[in-house]
């Protein structure tokens, strides 16, 4: 036994330096990120009617930018969620994270996608909400638990984009 005690160690010594320089990694990426403002807490009262459907939060990424996460305000972190949506915007409830609020006046586009920084699944299993705080353009990734939910979830969320204007031909206006 006394003859294998020294690899256990080294071992165990570098598991604990590699856990280390990922926590590391992990606040600095938090500090360069300062700049990212902080998302809206979820107000006390939520308008009806909603739609709410269970899944998984996949993650929080600068918009246009799959695979640049935002680890700042706890945004990083997957994890099971309910998606709330009503006519005042969507409400993301996330299990041992911060929830957060988009309101309706924020949400700039809806998608879906395949992956977002490391989770890969079914051709546009990812639902991709992009809104904007304080000039701060993000897309969150939400993939629903249940399939058939998918459709309605994207009609609720596409509900909540203003109305491009018109010209007077009837055609949106660049």
Do not use: C
């Amino acid at each position: 036994m006394s003859e294998y005690l020294p690899a256990v160690i080294v071992t165990i010594l570098v598991v604990l330096l590699v856990i280390g320089l990922i926590l590391l990694g992990w606040r600095r990426r938090i500090g360069r990120q300062g700049g990212v403002p902080a998302p809206t807490p979820v107000p006390e009262q939520l308008s009806e009617p909603r739609t709410d459907v269970e899944g998984t939060y996949v993650v929080t990424t600068r918009a246009g930018d799959r695979l640049d996460r935002i680890a700042a305000h706890g945004l990083g972190v997957r994890g099971d969620a309910v998606l709330s949506v009503g006519q005042d915007g969507v409400a993301v409830l996330r299990a041992g994270s911060p929830d957060f609020f988009v309101p309706a006046g924020d949400v700039r586009e809806v998608g879906t996608t395949s992956n977002m920084v490391g989770k890969a699944v079914e051709t546009d299993g990812i639902v991709v909400l992009r809104y904007e705080i304080a000039g701060t353009g993000l897309d969150t990734g939400f993939r629903p638990r249940y399939h058939q939910q998918k459709a309605e979830l994207l009609g609720a969320l596409r509900a909540l984009i203003p109305a491009q204007p018109t010209d007077a031909s009837g055609k949106e206006s660049q």
